[in-house]
Structures are given as C-alpha cells and as structure tokens.
C-alpha cells in the first residue's frame, strides 16, 4: 500500500554536530521525493527535493539521499544549528492519472542541544 | 512567508456544525492542495484543484467538499463536524500539478470542535 514511514521520531544532536534523518518508503513507482520542514505554528516548508533519477543532491547545508534499491530516503543537515529545530517530514509524489499526490511519513523531531 | 494565505486562523465550534476555510494560493500559482494534520494521523492529503477543477482526491471524508474559484482562491466546506476532525488544515499551493514540483504551503487553520 502506500506508506511512508521514518524510522526514529525524534532526534537530539549538538549544535555543530551534522545530522542524519531517514525515511523509508514502500511505493516503488514514486518518481519525487521532498524534505519539508515544519517550525512550531508553522505550515510545512520545502527544503529540498530529488527525483528518482537522481540518487543524491545538494543544498546549501543539506543533502539528500535517495537509495531506489531498499527504498530509502536520507537528509542529512551540516554543521546544526539552533534554527533546525523543527519536525522534519519525508513525501514520496504519486503521480495518480497525471495528479500529484503527496505521501507524507509520520516526521521525526529534531532537536538541538546547545 | 510561503505567499500562501489561509483565514481564519483559529476556528472553535460545535459537533454538528458546518464551517469553511478558506485558502488563496501564491501569485501565478494554479493548483491547490488540501491537506489534514492531527496529531494520531499526521499530514494527510485530502483533494487537489487545478485551474477549478478537481485534480485528485485523498483521505477526503465525504462530510467535507471542497472547490476552487475562477480567482484561483479555494474554499474546504466541513460539514456534521466530530470532535475527531479536530486539527490542523493546510492549504499549499503549486504553479502546475500534472508534474512533480514544489508545494508551497499555507501558515494553516486550527480546527477545534467541542
């Protein structure tokens, strides 16, 4: 079925420190993956994307990771800093008939200790 | 600012009742996309608009409807309203949606059902 799941909610890492979030998830047909961002009382915001042709891209200070053959999604965050607290969400796109539909996992926690 | 916008902000009403919320999507954009956020299921999609007609439907009840206006802007009518649909609605918006590409999303209306 459709489903994306990540496999720790929460995680606590030392500001400087470089910071991993995974995500699996389980349709083989999803061509987009995004990294959303989501700040207390805030609407989720994009950080980073690839699709499935790609198996790593770069931002500034991000990168994501994508592994086709066990289904699997990283972020990884340089050098965290108290501003990356957030919850952090994978999606896989379905393209459904020519829509688009976002698959979100449960998100995981990101908290940063000084 | 993701340059979507979302009214109200706060909502409390009863069981039973019916309400709308309301969502205009970024300059230039055409598709809008509703989502549902609680705390048990996460960010669920519910529909998709484009250009006024609806794209793709979700885990969309069918208590509620939605619809977007020739002005782009769209409205998800919640009708027979249950504590259970207490939560977060959040509107995003993109420039197309019959490919992958970014949804930006709204600040979000909370929804409190007593």
């Known amino acids: 079925g459709e489903s994306v799941g990540l496999h720790l909610p929460t995680l606590s890492v030392q500001e400087g420190d470089n910071s991993i979030i995974n995500c699996a998830y389980s349709?083989?047909?999803?061509?987009?993956f995004i990294w959303y961002k989501q700040e207390s009382g805030k609407g989720p915001q994009f950080i980073i994307d690839?699709?499935?042709?790609?198996d790593k891209r770069q931002g500034q200070r991000v990168t994501v990771l994508l592994n086709k053959t066990v289904k699997h999604l990283s972020l990884q965050i340089a050098a965290t800093q108290p501003g990356d607290s957030a919850v952090y969400f994978c999606?896989?796109?379905?393209?459904?008939?020519?829509?688009?539909?976002?698959?979100f996992g449960q998100g995981t926690r990101l908290t940063i200790n000084p | 600012d993701s340059g979507v916008t979302q009214t109200p902000k706060h909502l409390i009403t009863a069981t039973g009742q019916r309400v709308t919320l309301r969502c205009s999507p970024r300059?230039?954009?055409?598709?809008v996309y509703w989502y549902q956020q609680s705390l048990d299921q996460g960010l669920q999609f519910l529909i998709q608009?484009?250009?006024?007609?609806?794209?793709a439907k979700g885990n969309i009840l069918e208590r509620f409807s939605a619809q977007q206006f020739p002005d782009l802007h769209s409205e998800l009518n919640l009708s027979s309203l249950e504590l259970g649909d207490s939560a977060l609605y959040f509107c995003?918006?993109?420039?197309?949606?019959?490919?992958?590409?970014?949804?930006?999303f709204g600040p979000g209306t909370r929804l409190t059902v007593l």
């Open positions: 995003a918006s993109s420039l197309t949606g019959t490919s992958a590409n970014e949804q930006f």
């Open positions: 349709n083989s047909a999803s061509d987009y």
């Open positions: 690839i699709r499935s042709n790609m």
């Open positions: 999606a896989e796109n379905l393209d459904v008939q020519g829509a688009q539909k976002l698959v």
């Open positions: 300059s230039g954009d055409l598709s």
């Open positions: 608009y484009y250009n006024g007609e609806e794209r």
